[in-house]
């Protein structure tokens, strides 16, 4: 089927797809802006930045925020944690989502709406941050790489939409069929479900790789050896010392003007690198999984 031309189209279709064109643009420009600021102004003079003449294009380029970031080691041992961090959480998360959105889908599945229940009761009642706590502790992983890794391994919402997903997509038929071969249940999962939800699981993998990486409450309870903190958690500390350091210039009297300036100035730009900092690895995750993602977000969109 070809596509019309816009000049062979009627008057009001011409009027839909400018108004159409115009909207989607002012969205995409909200959208794409605020970020594209926040890395001119990570790499600006931080006194253009904080007097609004940063807008459209870097000025008087400077990367003193981020020597200023980067003087800390601890940040490279962030990275490599959080890193693995995220990498085994996706792979972990996802199996142990899929298995559970599997077993939901099934029609004859004695106790499911019981279960289901539960599931549901659990996106609306939480425990709260002592008995968390509490169960981290008595299960032995305080202070351990279990806890970032295990912490948040189910989410419910992501559950729902996998199970939707093989409810949708993948037929019935397929199951008898590897049912009458001899099959069981993990071996049509293995050899059949599996290999048709690379769409989902690029979706999955993708909502808690965000929630991972961008985690740092939890390495802020759970975890006190150094060695052990995510990215975020010590890039929060790292935002906190400077800014600590610029209230004190501030307050103290003995300071030399240039120095305490200076110290407002690296306070500020800092602000901007751990933005970028933080935030490219999921960037650079999103356009790796684009294609998947654009279509399984839309599951459960349409029936049939």
């Not at 351990?144 to 729902?160: D, H, Q, Y």
Request: charged fraction near 15%.
């Amino acid at each position: 089927m070809k596509t019309r031309k816009f000049k062979d189209m009627s008057s009001s279709n011409k009027v839909f797809y400018i108004f159409n064109a115009i909207l989607w643009g002012l969205v995409l420009f909200v959208t794409i802006y605020p970020l594209y600021l926040v890395v001119i102004s990570s790499i600006s003079n931080p006194d253009l930045v904080a007097t609004g003449q940063v807008t459209l294009y870097p000025k008087d380029i400077s990367f003193i925020g981020y020597e200023s970031v980067f003087q800390n080691k601890e940040i490279w041992i962030g990275y490599a944690n959080s890193l693995f961090y995220t990498v085994v959480h996706i792979v972990l998360s996802v199996v142990i989502t899929l298995l559970c959105a599997y077993a939901m889908s099934r029609k004859v599945f004695p106790g499911k709406k019981l279960i289901n229940l539960y599931f549901v009761i659990t996106m609306f009642i939480s425990g709260g941050l002592i008995p968390s706590f509490l169960t981290i502790r008595n299960l032995g992983w305080y202070n351990t790489r279990w806890v970032l890794i295990f912490m948040g391994s189910c989410s419910v919402w992501n559950l729902m939409v996998a199970r939707t997903y093989i409810q949708t997509t993948i037929p019935d038929e397929l199951y008898e069929a590897a049912k009458l071969d001899g099959a069981s249940h993990f071996q049509y999962f293995g050899k059949v479900v599996l290999p048709l939800s690379k769409t989902i699981m690029s979706v999955l993998s993708i909502y808690y790789g965000v929630g991972t990486w961008n985690d740092y409450f939890n390495g802020l309870v759970y975890i006190k050896d150094r060695n052990k903190l995510p990215l975020q958690t010590i890039l929060r500390e790292i935002l906190a010392v400077i800014s600590s350091r610029a209230g004190d210039a501030m307050l103290t009297e003995e300071m030399a003007q240039q120095s305490m300036e200076e110290t407002m100035r690296i306070a500020n730009s800092a602000k901007y690198c751990t933005i970028v900092i933080a935030t490219v690895p999921i960037v650079l995750l999103y356009i790796l999984l684009q294609k998947h993602f654009e279509k399984g977000v839309m599951i459960g969109s349409l029936k049939g």
